[in-house]
């Protein structure tokens, strides 16, 4: 199980918590990603909105080179492709 102890720092007019990636990594939660919070009696609680099936266009919106690899087409024949 992950768990911090974390400091609430004051952002704008509201108060904020930076997730630590080992949190945000084992609770499944990414950049972008829409959360929904609630309060029961003292705790908070963070949970992913199921943001269902996204588009293409969507998805390769939230492409990274960097993190996914850079992986490209290749623009030449490697064998006996037909183009």
Same mark, same amino acid.
């Given at each position: 199980?992950?768990?911090?102890? +974390?400091?609430?720092?004051? !952002?704008?007019?509201? @108060?904020?918590?930076? +997730?630590? =990636?080992?949190? =945000?990594?084992?609770?499944? @939660?990414?950049?972008?990603?829409?959360?929904?919070? &609630?309060?029961?009696?003292? &705790?908070?609680?963070?949970?992913?909105?199921?943001?269902?099936?996204?588009? +293409?266009? $969507?998805? @390769?919106?939230?492409?990274?080179?960097?993190?996914?690899?850079?992986? &490209?087409? $290749?623009?030449?024949?490697?064998?006996?492709?037909? !183009?």
């Amino acid at each position: 199980m992950a768990e911090a102890i +974390l400091n609430i720092k004051k !952002w704008g007019n509201n @108060l904020g918590v930076r +997730l630590p =990636a080992a949190i =945000a990594r084992a609770a499944g @939660l990414h950049v972008d990603q829409s959360v929904h919070i &609630t309060v029961e009696g003292s &705790t908070i609680v963070i949970c992913p909105v199921n943001e269902g099936m996204n588009t +293409l266009e $969507q998805r @390769l919106a939230r492409f990274d080179p960097k993190k996914h690899g850079g992986e &490209t087409m $290749q623009s030449e024949r490697l064998g006996a492709e037909k !183009w």
